[in-house]
Nanobody, 120 residues
Framework: QVQLVESGGGLVQPGGSLRLSCVAS????????TGWYRQAPGKEREMVVS????????TYADSVKGRFTMSRDNARNTLFLQMNRLKPEDTAVYYC?????????????WGKGTLVTVSS
């Protein structure tokens, strides 16, 4: 069964940085991590950054452009989110999302999330 495990969240002061990781339990031949989403208290889940196609383009939400950067380690099927110049409004639970490939085609996977709190 495919699992996505996020880590790296925590409490950080405004202006600080965090790096989130998302590790998939299977290789890139079975699941392709597509991006990061977040859900703030009382709000709907929203896309932070998405790159749904292998070798395709990456789209960032306007609110994080220039501050957040997504990267990958395909050998470990791990997705990263480097978050710089964090703001209180970035406070949310951050989720990793992936889509199935091959025998898992059509499947949509989510991690359980990692909490990021930006506060002084």
């Amino acid at each position: 069964q495919v699992q996505l495990v996020e880590s790296g969240g925590g409490l950080v002061q405004p202006g600080g940085s965090l790096r989130l990781s998302c590790v998939a339990s299977t290789s890139i031949f079975s699941v392709w991590p597509t991006g990061w989403y977040r859900q703030a208290p009382g709000k709907e889940r929203e896309m932070v950054v998405s790159s749904p196609d292998v070798g395709g383009s990456t789209t960032y939400a306007d609110s994080v452009k220039g501050r957040f950067t997504m990267s990958r380690d395909n050998a470990r099927n791990t997705l990263f989110l480097q978050m710089n110049r964090l703001k209180p409004e970035d406070t949310a639970v951050y989720y990793c999302r992936a889509r199935g490939i091959g025998r898992n085609e059509g499947m949509d996977y989510w991690g359980k999330g990692t909490l990021v709190t930006v506060s002084s």
